[in-house]
């Protein structure tokens, strides 16, 4: 059991940054984070391997957020830049990878409890 609590969220106007960072209570093989809007799927938006520190990321977010870790202080981090309105959502760190498709919900066994994020135009 990893239990995994997010902080950084926040109001933003668009153009501006948000840091997140999401604290483990253990070892994860990788931590990803995902995002909800109102009446959305959660969605996948960045994943890092905490072994080699491999990173990928979603389309909508690639070249404005950047995934990082602390692997002495069990931390993701998540650097948000140049954000956009719709980047609006309540953010959730994610851990303890099952083998699934890493930028869908049901790939991961472990949540936080999620931190808001609101970027205004």
Known sequence: QVQLVESGG???QAGGS?????????????MAWFRQ?????????????????????ADSVKGRFTISQDNAKN???LQMN???PEDTAMYYCAA?????IWYESSAWNYWGQGTQVTVSS
């Open 10 to 12: 926040g109001s933003v």
């Open 18 to 30: 948000l840091r997140l960072s999401c604290a483990a209570s253990g070892y994860s093989s990788s």
């Open 37 to 57: 809007a109102p009446g959305k799927e959660r969605e996948g938006v960045a994943i890092i391997y905490t072994g080699s520190g491999t990173t990928y990321y």
């Open 75 to 77: 931390t993701v981090y």
């Open 82 to 84: 140049s954000l956009k």
């Open 96 to 100: 303890g990878g099952n083998g699934g």
